[in-house]
Nanobody, 122 residues
Framework: QVQLVESGGGLVQAGGSLRLSCAASGRTFSSYAMGWFRQAPGKEREFVAAIKRSGGNTYYADSVKGRFTISRDNAKNTVYLQMNSLKPEDTARYYC???????????????WGQGTPVTVSS
């Protein structure tokens, strides 16, 4: 069992930055690939970024590539999402997830946090 708690969301103007954190507790954090997903009101959940267990490989959705950076600190049991050059279309609730292997599919992740809201004003 893994418990995930996201933090760092908030209201920011377009062009601004936020850093989301996801703290994990429970079983060994380094055993899991980690992903960030987001869901805007009235829309389906979508993949944002993912990182392998070791942190050596990362994947990004085309919509955030070059603006967002996923990283992890296995010593702190935490995964981060640095979001720069934010756009109004980035407004959503952001969730972190843990799974056995890196994937862009939300159904491949076993554990989810409650999410943190991000609102980008124009």
């Amino acid at each position: 069992q893994v418990q995930l708690v996201e933090s760092g969301g908030g209201l920011v103007q377009a062009g601004g930055s936020l850093r989301l954190s996801c703290a994990a507790s429970g079983r060994t954090f380094s055993s899991y690939a980690m992903g960030w997903f987001r869901q805007a009101p009235g829309k389906e959940r979508e993949f944002v970024a993912a990182i392998k267990r070791s942190g050596g490989n990362t994947y990004y959705a085309d919509s955030v590539k070059g603006r967002f950076t996923i990283s992890r600190d296995n010593a702190k049991n935490t995964v981060y999402l640095q979001m720069n050059s934010l756009k109004p279309e980035d407004t959503a609730r952001y969730y972190c997830a843990a799974g056995p292997s890196i994937s862009v599919g939300w159904s491949d992740y076993n554990y989810w946090g409650q999410g943190t809201p991000v609102t980008v004003s124009s």
